[in-house]
Structure formats: C-alpha cells, structure tokens
C-alpha cells in the first residue's frame, strides 16, 4: 500500500515549496524540506507508515533550520489553537460573560419587581381595589418572574455563559503537560550555559596548543633557514640540500597544523550555532505558552461575572419565594367571598409559575457556583504557567548573553594566538634578514642570497637568533 501524500495545513516556511491545501509526496528529494514543515506544525499530524518513510529519506545531519523555523518549531510545542483552527489570542470570552451575567441579574431583578408588585397588591388597599379590576395580575406577575429564572437558567450553562469554557477547561487540563515542556526548555539553556563553561575552557586549551605548536615550528623552520644561510656562504650545498629535506617535512607539519583539528575547535565552533538554535525554540516555546497562558488567566474575570450572576440568582430565589407567599396571601382573600373566588384560578396559576421560577433560579445558581469554580481553576492554571514563563524568559536572556559572550571569547583567542605567530614569524624573519646581512654584506656580495620562504605555519613565538654552526 502506496504511503499517503503530506497534507499541508499551512504554507511551507521553504518559500515556494508548498501552500496550505498542497499535498506532497515524500521522496528522497524533499524529505528534509518536509520534515522541517512538520516540526514547525505546517501540515497535517502524520500516520506511522508516513513516519517511517520520511525517517527513511532524512539526512539529518546536513538538515539546517533558520532562526525562525527554529523558534516555529518551539512555538509548535504548545497547542494554541483548537478544533475550530482558531487561535486562543483570537478568542475572548469577556463579552459572553458580561452578557450572561447581565442576563442573570436582569432575570433575578425582574424577578424580585414581579414579587414588589405582589406585596403592593396584595396588601394594600388600593391594591386590592386594583386586583379586583385586573384578575389576571398574579398570573401576569408569575409569568414575568418564570420567563426571567428560564432566561437565567439557559444563561447558567458552560456554552452559553462563556463560549471559550470548554476550550479554557481543556488547556487547564493540559496545563501540566505544558509546564513540563516550558521547564525541559528552561533545563536545557541551563545546561547549555554549563557545556559553554567548559566547551570555553576545552577551546583555551586547545588553541593554547594549537599556537603553541605553530610557533614551535616557526622556530624550527627558523632555525633551519638560519642554518642554510651559514651552509650557503660556506659553499656546502649538500648540507644545504639535507637542511632543505628537513624544512619540507616541517613545512608538512605546519599545514597538517593548520588543516586538521584533532582536538575539536571547530566542533566546538559548530556548538555556537546549535545553542542559538535552542534558544530561538525557547523564545517560540515562551510566546505559545504565554498565549496559552493569558487566555487561561482571562478565567479571572469569568469568575467575577460568574459570581455576580449566582449572586443574582440567589436573589431571583429569595424574589421567587416572596412571590409564592404573596400569592397564597392573594389566594387566600379571593377563596374568603364568594365573587372573589373566581380569582383563585389565575392566582394559583401564577403561585405555580413562582414555584417553577423558584426552583430554575436555585439551578441556575448552582450552575453559576460550577462556572465560577471552573474558571478560577483556568485562572490558576493560567498563573502558575506565566510563572513558568517568566523563568523560562529569565534563562533565554542569560542563554542568548553566554552563547554572544562564548563566541566572542573563540574570536578574541583566535585573535591573540594569531597576533602571536604574525609577531613570532617576523621576529623569526627579521633575525635571518639580519643573519644574511652579517654573512653577505651588499659591499662585498652583489647578489646576496635571497630570504628564506617564511614559516608558513600558523602560530609562533619569538625566540632568540639561532647561533651559527661551526665550519
């Protein structure tokens, strides 16, 4: 069975490579520019048959990642969209919350107006005349009490008081997970900054050597030249020619020198470029999780709306109950005659919509008390990641500074032990200038014997004028 196309979910950071909607196969070819999009999140979660074929064609060791695919790849490690494909920092829920909140109180409060026009009709005596004219006013005040607990209730809901509730339920739950990541980065850039300590240490030595060894060889190679110069004025061209065979075999040594790297420098070079890019993730992991974690904090102020509205609702009870009394005090002056007792039937009708209102308030208040507890727990969980956060941004500066104070360390080394051999190689060359000089001075030898090729290798020391051997 043939392995499934990649399905791209959004444009390759290879500029050209693919558009979200794109379908890739993966081959030999584009493995590694495919496996750098699904590192950063670009397409669609693979299967195991595509795993293990993009495993198969992966060079991952000339696989190279710019700043900005690394710090995708971090940002890649926290999920900051949902199912819906939006983004957390695109959702705020502040709005529906206000709103159901508004709504609470508002059913609460008609509520408690429906049970004052009861007492006010129900005991006085205007407005026992006014119930006389308006029979039907317990039932009236009844439905406005029960249509505003109903309203209330449907607002009391997860869906309808905060939309975002059960993604910000979700991302609680996932909090832990989340933390963990945040911590491996900030344990990583710690350790980083250890290995820089000692990869400093390793290089200093290293180079140490290195240059040490370079100008041990200027010298040498000096040495040599100095002694040709005596062997030439003397006429002994075999001697010259013996001292030549040596120089050539040290010249080898000096480009050995210059070429191989048996003790690393340049690994620990290439170290630089790896610590900069767990930096980069770092910074892409700390922007996700702070999205993350300030869509879970916005649970602060659904808790307060929450709140408010189970505060509501206890009201609407305490209104819903007043009205039940009221109402079995109407009921009870419309049974005492009989031209009153046609009145009953509307009265008990609206004391019923009071006891229904009653008991929707008291579920609405619970369901608000669950709103409110799940948010403070988004809000807390929110909170203890922007700690996490706020630490993992403490070591990403003191990362990013060791990494810039490391490498300029390498340069400056670079630099001395450079300065070192420029400085021994002229030493060296000026001597034997002079040495010919001495030997064959312009007045008596026209054409003096030419310098030396000067010492090729790469680090040197100056070191005293090599005495001239005997005759």
Do not use: H, W
């Not at 002056?333 to 009265?347: N, Q």
């Not at 990641?385 to 003191?398: F, H, K, T, V």
């Amino acid at each position: 069975m043939a392995v499934k196309p990649v399905e791209y979910i959004k444009d390759s950071s290879t500029q050209g490579f693919a558009v979200a909607g794109d379908e890739k196969v993966i081959t030999k070819q584009n493995a590694n520019t495919i496996q750098k999009d699904v590192d950063q999140g670009n397409t669609e979660d693979l299967d195991n048959a595509q795993e293990r074929c993009l495993e198969r064609y992966v060079d991952f060791d000339n696989i190279e990642y710019t700043e900005e695919e690394n710090r995708n790849v971090g940002r890649n490690q926290i999920k900051t969209t949902n199912d819906d494909g939006e983004d957390l920092s695109e959702k705020d829920g502040k709005g529906g919350a206000f709103g159901a909140a508004s709504g609470a109180i508002a059913g609460a409060a008609g509520a408690a107006a429906a049970a004052t026009i009861l007492l006010i009709v129900g005991t006085s005596k205007k407005g026992a005349e006014l119930a006389e004219k308006l029979p039907g006013a317990m039932l009236a005040a009844g439905i406005v009490a029960a249509a505003g607990a109903t309203a209330t209730l449907a607002l009391s809901y997860e869906g309808t008081f905060d939309p975002y509730l059960g993604e910000r339920k979700n991302q609680t739950s996932q909090a832990d997970a989340n933390n963990q990541i945040i911590q491996q980065y900030y344990d990583e850039l710690t350790n980083n900054m250890d290995s820089m300590t000692a990869d400093s240490v390793a290089y200093a030595a290293a180079a140490e050597k290195k240059f040490g060894e370079s100008v041990a060889l200027i010298d040498v190679i000096g040495e040599i030249d100095a002694q040709m110069i005596v062997y030439r004025a003397q006429g002994n061209e075999e001697k010259v020619a013996e001292l030549m065979k040596q120089k050539e075999q040290y010249k080898k040594d000096a480009e050995v020198l210059n070429t191989d790297d048996p003790d690393g420098m340049g690994a620990l070079k290439e170290n630089i470029e790896l610590y900069a890019s767990r930096n980069a993730e770092a910074q892409g992991v700390s922007e996700s999780g702070d999205i993350v974690s300030t869509f879970l904090k916005d649970g602060n102020t659904m808790k307060k709306y929450a709140k408010a509205a189970q505060i509501a609702s206890y009201i609407g009870v305490g209104a819903m109950l007043l009205g039940v009394v009221f109402a079995a005090i109407r009921i009870g002056k419309d049974l005492a005659g009989i031209l009153t007792a046609p009145f009953a039937a509307p009265d008990n009708a609206g004391m019923l919509l009071y006891v229904v209102g009653g008991v929707m308030m008291s579920l609405a208040a619970a369901n608000f008390g669950k709103r409110a507890g799940d948010e403070g727990a988004a809000c807390d969980a929110g909170n203890q990641m922007g700690e996490y956060i706020a630490q993992l941004n403490e070591n990403i500066d003191a990362q990013a500074g060791f990494t810039e104070e490391t490498a300029a360390g390498y340069t400056a080394i670079d630099e001395a032990g450079a300065e070192v051999v420029t400085k021994t190689q002229e030493g060296v060359d000026k001597a034997l200038q002079n040495q010919q000089g001495r030997l064959n001075p312009p007045e008596n030898n026209p054409n003096p014997t030419p310098n030396p090729t000067p010492n090729p290798s790469p680090n040197p020391n100056p070191e005293p004028e090599p005495e001239e051997p005997a005759a």
